[in-house]
């Protein structure tokens, strides 16, 4: 059972961030000691605030997180809080226990975040490959068009023609990334990936690294923060995945995959998504995923690019969200012939 509470948590200090998640304990863990509660603030995130509160069990801990200011206008929370319910039926993701006013409230899944080194450690990226296969199979009652493009159009719709900070828009003509060419290069990139006509399935959409945790005593990884989830192209999934590899705070595009790491990752995502051995996976078909997930890397960048301006435009979180849209779109530009022009390329 949700608990529904009519209650506003102040996200803008460590103290009301506190406050709030004990008045939420006082309803969802009732028989914890208010007196014996600890709290760790999670900073990873650049989008919302998240703490942990618990009372002698930290892997028991209840997260609380209050979303970020005008975060309502580009994602849709009443989707968010559906998507945790479908993956913790599914086994895939953790409890939801109480939606507040401007946030929610879910169990803790144990674990560390990946970090750019340990993603590449086979144990691990065989995980995240089993694991995003898990997903992909998820069967949703009311599967809906991908999301892709109209969401992406939505934050288009959101950006504003021109920055009212003089030092924004001096960053965006300088780079020349105006809202106008953005939706041109969606109108292309959607004309181009729509003839693929790749599979669709529930897709996560947000597998950054930070969003994939690893259970050293299980070998195993969950995914969190289900806010972008839904119905989506299913080369897009990885693709955004691998893009991901570059990191946030450090963004470094060397480290995106190279084709062996990505046949080799294609590979085991195909075998567990089919049922099949490894060894029995076609190579016509790993290469022909191979494109795809090239392909929709793009869009991925256009997506998270588009993303990031708007939140220039909007949050009031510390972080240079203008400095990391321009890096998306730059490398958007400096595949795009490369990643287009990709044709199979079978011994």
Known sequence: MVVKLNLTVDGTSLEGLQEGAKHIVRHVQPE???ADLQFKLYSEGITNQLIGVWSDDKDKQLLVRVYGSMTEKFIDRDKERRNIEILHKAGCGPQLYATFDNGLSYGFTKGVPLSTDLNYEERVWKAVSREM???HKIEEEDKEDPMLFPKLRHFLSLLPTK???AEKQKRIDECGYSKVLLSQETDEMESYVTCLNCPV???HNDILLGNIIWNETTQKVNFIDYEYGGTNYQPYDIANHFNEFAGVDDVD???YPGADFQRRWLRNYH?????IPAEQVKDDEVEAWY???NKFALCSHLFWGAWAMVQAHYSSIDFDYLGYGITRIDEYFKRKEEFLNLKPNLQ
Request: proline content about 0%; overall charge neutral; glycine content about 4%.
């Open 32 to 34: 914890w000691n208010e």
């Open 133 to 135: 296969a898990i997903y």
């Open 163 to 165: 920055f009212k900070d």
């Open 201 to 203: 399935v529930f897709s």
């Open 253 to 255: 595009y060397s480290r």
């Open 271 to 275: 075998s567990h998504y089919q049922g």
């Open 291 to 293: 494109i795809w997930v």
